[in-house]
């Protein structure tokens, strides 16, 4: 035998010539060398090629072991500790408040405390950002984090497969780090996952949690010891066989790339990552103890058995086969393989996975939500589902927002379902989920009720029985402000007469943010509005939805329709530079210069109340710190409105170059200072100076300073100012500065004329003439009004409607009966009967339906004029015929029967059954005929010419329709995907979105479920429902919904002058292009050359554009349907078919005489005939019944 080599130990042998760790003495030659170790008679072979490990060569296991040992109790008694001491604190200063609090009471002091924690909560600490910016790291939301989770994954998979092949080497051998690549890999995966385990505990709420969890135990038994493989030069194969439990996170790295998206896909995906690795693992640990051996038996009882083969010892146990071939031999195996047979056989049959499950989610969802300082959260209660939280976190969630630091929290009695909480999890940090109900106040404590920014309530819009939906609202309304009655709270409302009740809460008050958004309301106004304007609801639609832009290259329909998709409304600021000047001078600055549409701004009365102007006007003078109402495609956009200085950005031709400059202070600053030195040499107030502009309103904290004047006379200053003041008129240039009249003032100006109130009207001077017994309106002033009628007088036969001339009316076919629930007609009504339209332009309504369920909604229709009701079926053709559909505005089909049937797909046949009916009738030339028979005779509607110079004239016309597809219709739907079967030439697939299908993209189709995203900008921007109400309501204000909650109905009233300048706001309204004054911009004009037009000559507001289908191919045959351009560039180039959108302001003048506005050939008739959309066809051979019918007619639609 040879002399044993001296020097630091033994040589490993060469991992794939050696695998016993014991070898017999007569097996040494000189090319393989051992030494016998004297303390546990253990011999490690070794190579020529291999370097020493110490000179006994002993086995340093338990210093692999100790390291993770170490590192995870050191960390588990630091946390304990650090815990411990953070209570005994905070119980300590409990103790010192409370006595604080007992001497001042006892004492009777009174200490004045400032609370500086609301600044301090206001203000995110340096903590609380880094702990986001980990959070937002480790999670799929953003791009990064899914990268980096995923990378995550790859490399424990990889670190797995390193395992794999350093398995076939002894369990403990030495060899130097810079000769073992696979040690080399390791390190540099082990180092990545030491980052990434400083990321989750820095993310971590819950640190104790987080240090005790599958993932932190794995890092601990596996980071250490490669550290200590590279100090030892020495590797143990150890327990890194942990890594192969990563696989069960298998399938949440899939729901993070949105792979998974199915209840039964996940369930599949989770029972295979957790067997697999539950497999593996258990096959890395026989693996380990079978080639070490026991240590009491001094490793002397091991076998060399390879990790496949353990893996195929596993697979013949838990299927308890058993054959034999391979066995556990180490007293550790068997013990392990006793107890791995119970849980094997289980997991074989997958019941123990289920109960396990079952079990850990028992108390998932039962905790309570931890506040962090800085950051605000808003809880989300009432439905919840998978649809319902997908498309609130859509649109919440939107790139398009600004950078959203808001925390959603859901809180429902139900746990989630498998899919909605793949949702959840991708979401995970800025979504958190609690089972619970907020009609426990328990509940409401472990959400944080009590901080929270809001509470948004949910509605089942598909409920069969909405008034109880509506009070199960309501009660959880109660509830919320029981508990805590400063809460702002949003919640989703289906019936507006429901509405009513919500005022009766106490704590519910609209002014500081409760808002209640009824569906009903807004969709039948949507609806409503589209009989005015075609398209319209889909334009309405789409902006306060938040819609990522869709580029297309091809020259199609679909590229201008999602150019104007991409367009939101947003809310920002004026700049100063507008202050003084009129709404037409800044719409034209805005849309020409910054390019921003700006369409209504929040004005402030004297009396400093808040009320929304659309489109006001000149007699309105902007002022300081104005809130605009804008349509851009970005909120980052909006901002030019606010830094916007005529002095550095006037010369400025691209508007991404509108910064926030620095010249605004000392520019504001000189101005006042000049304002008040002219104010001290008048010898007056600040307010009371004649020098000073009244439409430049600037708030002066101390009028009474002393300035000296001796530099300056009165005089000089007094022009100063005025120069002043003119420079900030002419915004655009000097030849726009004074046109539209520019409002100026005038020496012999009356102050009180002069302060641009909006109640001062152009033209008012010829209300006291009008005649109070003409026309009647409700006590609000905002609608049309006349006495309550019985059902009897308003019904029409189906013969009587066939001898009636009916056009340019409303068609309303609606399917009900005795037993379906109230749609609430009375929203759809309001807008069409707004005082804003004089009365002979109101469209006459004719419903056709089920005489007993239109019975139930005329309590709520007796108050409004010009309202048919034709008992019928909207199928039956013969009705439609009688009502002459083909001479229709507009032909609106609604159902109150949709949520009666629980197939999805069939909600919405007899809507679809009724367009598609209507699409396929014949009809004659019936204006024609009618223009032939009637020797110049035009029905009412049909003759809608105005004078030259009328902003009227070249208004939508009523053209021949000769078949049922050309007729306007637009169609109530309840399931979105239905919208495939209106029209039977798109190509729309079932799964697109909504608002990318043909019908909805041309205003022909309108469902319920686009107003979900008004939960999401009601919150950001309350002033957008505002608005959005005011436009489709027809102008129903929360007084009105007081009124209507007192009497559930309209109350006639007298006009005054109040109420009746409540008549002057805008309208929306259609213009052609091929004719009247616009015409000559119809044909290859330029869009914003039309804007400004329009704006300066008639202040009407263009906002998009509804233009032929096949407009850009020039075919001569073209497709009558249309789509909505929402927003054109200004070098957008028109066409003579263009319908344009426009907010057109009242007409005084409209009202005195229809005669004087027509050009038509029967302004001869009587002026009661004039009035009515309804004219009876003159006959000799009438029967009495007729002309007793006839009589009662003319009777029935005499002008109030």
Known sequence: MREPLRGRGALAGSPRRQRSIIMSKNTMDKFSPSVHMSKIDVVIPYSADNMLCDNNGQRMWWAFLASSMVTFFGGLFIILLWRTLKYLWTVCCHCKAKKKEVHRITTGEHIKRVDKGDSAASEVGWMTSVKDWAGVMISAQTLTGRVLVVLVFALSIGALVIYFIDSSDPIEFCK??????TLQIDMAFNIFFLLYFGLRFIA???????????????????????????????????????????????????????????????????????????????????????????????????????????????????????????????????????????????????YVPEIIELIGNRKKYGGSYSAVNGRKHIVVCGHITLESVSNFLKDFLHKDRDDVNVEIVFLHNISPNLELEALFKRHFTQVEFYQGSVLNPHDLARVKIESADACLILANKYCADPDAEDASNIMRVISIKNYHPKIRIITQMLQYHNKAHLLNIPSWNWKEGDDAICLAELKLGFIAQSCLAQGLSTMLANLFSMRSFIKIEEDTWQKYYLEGVSNEMYTEYLSSAFVGLSFPVICELCYVKLKLLLIAIEYKSDQRESSTLINPGNHVKMQEGTLGFFIASDAKEVKRALFYCKACHDDI???????????????????????????????????????????????????????????????????????????????????????????????????????????FIPGSEQIESMDENVKKYDSTGMFHWCPSRDIEKVILTRSEAAMTVLSGHVVVCIFGDVKSALIGLRNFVMPLRASNFHYHELKHIVFVGSLEYLKREWETLHNFPKVSILPGTPLSRADLRAVNINLCDMCVILSANQNNIDDASLQDKECILASLNIKSMLFDDSIRVLQANSQGFTPPGMDRS???????????????????????????????????????????????????????????????????????????????????????????????????????????????????????????????????PFADLGDGGCYGDLFCKALKTYNMLCFGIYRLRDAHLNAQSQCTKRYVI???????????????????????????????????????????????????????????????????????????
């Not at 130097?176 to 690549?181: A, D, E, G, I, P």
């Not at 169609?971 to 995907?977: A, I, K, M, P």
Request: hydrophobic share 35%; net charge positive.
């Open 176 to 181: 130097h780090f810079y000769s073992n690549y």
């Open 1126 to 1200: 929402t927003n054109p560039p200004y070098a957008f180039e028109l066409v003579p078919s263009d319908l344009i959108f426009c907010l057109m302001q009242f007409d005084h003048n409209a009202g005195q005489s229809r005669t004087s506005l027509s050009h038509s050939s029967h302004s001869s008739h009587s002026s009661s005939k004039k009035s009515s959309s309804v004219h009876s066809i003159p006959t000799t051979n009438r029967t009495s019944r007729i002309k007793n019918r006839d009589s009662r007619d003319k009777q029935k639609y005499v002008p109030l």
């Open 653 to 759: 031709s691209d508007p991404k170059r509108i910064k926030k400059c620095g010249c605004k202070k000392s520019k504001t600053a000189a101005h006042k200072k000049m304002r008040l030195a002219c104010c001290f040499g008048c010898g007056r107030s600040a307010w009371g100076c004649c020098c000073m502009p009244v439409n430049v309103h600037c708030n002066l904290d101390s009028p009474r300073r002393d300035i000296p004047l001796s530099a300056v006379s009165v005089n000089e200053c007094s022009a100063t100012l005025r120069a002043f003041e003119e420079d900030r008129h002419s915004a655009l240039s000097p030849k726009k500065k004074q046109r539209n009249g520019g409002m100026r003032n005038s020496p012999n100006s009356s102050p009180k004329i002069m302060r641009h109130d909006p109640l």
């Open 946 to 1076: 105005s004078p030259e110079n009328s902003p009227v004239h070249g208004l939508v016309r009523q053209t021949s329709v000769t078949t049922g597809a050309n007729i306007p219709i637009i169609t109530e739907l309840v399931n979105d995907s239905n919208v495939q079967f209106l029209d039977q030439d798109d190509d729309d697939d079932p799964d697109t979105e909504l608002y990318l299908t043909q019908p909805f993209a041309c205003g022909t189709a309108f469902a319920v479920s686009v107003l979900d995203s008004l939960m999401s900008a009601t919150y950001f921007n309350d002033n957008i429902l505002t608005l959005i109400r005011t436009l489709v309501t027809g102008g129903a204000t929360p007084e009105l919904e007081g009124l209507l909650a007192e009497e559930n109905a309209l109350k006639g009233g007298y006009s005054t002058p109040q109420t009746l300048a409540n008549r002057d706001r805008c309208r929306v309204a259609q213009l052609a292009l091929y004719d009247g």
């Open 204 to 350: 971590a709420n819950d640190k104790l949690w987080f240090w005790l969890e599958v993932n932190s135990v794995v890092d601990f038994f596996t980071v250490p010891p490669v550290f200590v493989s590279v100090y030892l030069n020495r590797s143990w194969l150890g327990l890194r066989f942990l890594r192969a439990l990563r696989l069960i996170q298998f399938s949440e790295i899939l729901q993070f790339l949105n792979i998974l998206k199915t209840s039964n896909s996940i369930k599949l995906v989770n029972l295979c990552s957790i067997f697999i690795s539950t497999w593996l693992t258990a096959a890395g640990f026989i693996h380990l103890v079978e080639n070490s051996g026991d240590p009491w038996e001094n490793f002397q009882n091991s076998q060399a058995l390879s990790y496949w083969e353990c893996v195929y010892l596993l697979m013949v146990t838990m299927s308890t086969v058993g054959y034999g071939d391979v066995y556990a031999k180490t007293t550790l195996g068997r013990l392990f393989m006793v107890f791995f047979i119970l849980g094997g056989l289980a997991m074989f049959a997958s």
